[in-house]
Every structure is written in structure tokens, then in C-alpha cells.
């Protein structure tokens, strides 16, 4: 009698529905984010344009961030179109644009991620004597 899976024909053993193992008190991830409410992403208009970001913030995101690559934690957040949409804008997003920006998308996800996160300008002033 010829097989039927395409593995069994190749020596292999078939594959099973469920192969993964299943492991007691194993914590699952999936499962509680499943069961979260998702929260909408964070629109923002700027230059007549508008651009969203994630309602979960990339860890990504964060670490980049908190290392003061604000860039970075921005494009990340924005993804390669967004980012280069904003940055063939006219106007200029700069440090004032984006800490206000910053705060109220940290007060819509409920996050909290630091005052240096948000903090484009502070690094750049000479340090009191």
C-alpha cells in the first residue's frame, strides 16, 4: 500500500497535528496576549499627513530609546514606509514635535518609558559650573 504523506514517502515519519510537546506549568504568551484587549494604534497627523504607531511598543523600540537613539526607536515604531513619508515631509519634525508626540503616545499605550526617552534637547545643552 503506497503512503499518503508526502514525508512517509520520503522515509520520514509523518506529521502529526499536534506534535509539539505539550509541557505542564510551561507560561504561554500567546495565550495571555490573546486574552488582552487590544488597544487601536496611536494616530498622529503631521504636515497634513497622518501616521500611526503601534498600540504594543517594540522591545526594540524601547531599548533604542532609552540609549537616546531616539531616531532609531522612532523609525522602528514608524516602520521604513511611515518614516519615509515623514521624512520627505516639508516641515520639520523636530525635538519640540516629538516629545509632545512622545507624551501622548506613552499616556495611550500606558506606558511610562522615561524622561530621557523623550528627551531630544536636554543632552545638547552645556552643563551649569
Known amino acids: 500500500m ?17 506534535a509539539k510537546p505539550k509541557v505542564e506549568g510551561v507560561f504561554s504568551l500567546s495565550k495571555v496576549l490573546a486574552e488582552r484587549e487590544e488597544k487601536p494604534p496611536f494616530v498622529f497627523e503631521f504636515d497634513g499627513e ?4 503601534p498600540s504594543r511598543i517594540d522591545l526594540r523600540a524601547i531599548a533604542a530609546f532609552q540609549s537616546g537613539r531616539i531616531d532609531q526607536g522612532f523609525q522602528i515604531l ?3 514606509a511611515q518614516w519615509d513619508r515623514l521624512q520627505a515631509a516639508d516641515g520639520v519634525f523636530g525635538d519640540d514635535e516629538f516629545g509632545a508626540l512622545f507624551e501622548g503616545y506613552q499616556e495611550h499605550i500606558g ?3 522615561g524622561e530621557s526617552a523623550a528627551s531630544t534637547s536636554s543632552s545638547r545643552k552645556p552643563a551649569k559650573q
Open 2 to 18: 503506497a503512503a499518503t504523506d508526502p514525508f512517509e514517502q520520503r522515509g520520514r515519519p509523518a506529521l502529526v497535528e499536534d
Open 50 to 53: 497622518n501616521y500611526s504607531l
Open 78 to 80: 514608524l516602520g521604513a
Open 111 to 113: 506606558e511610562d518609558l
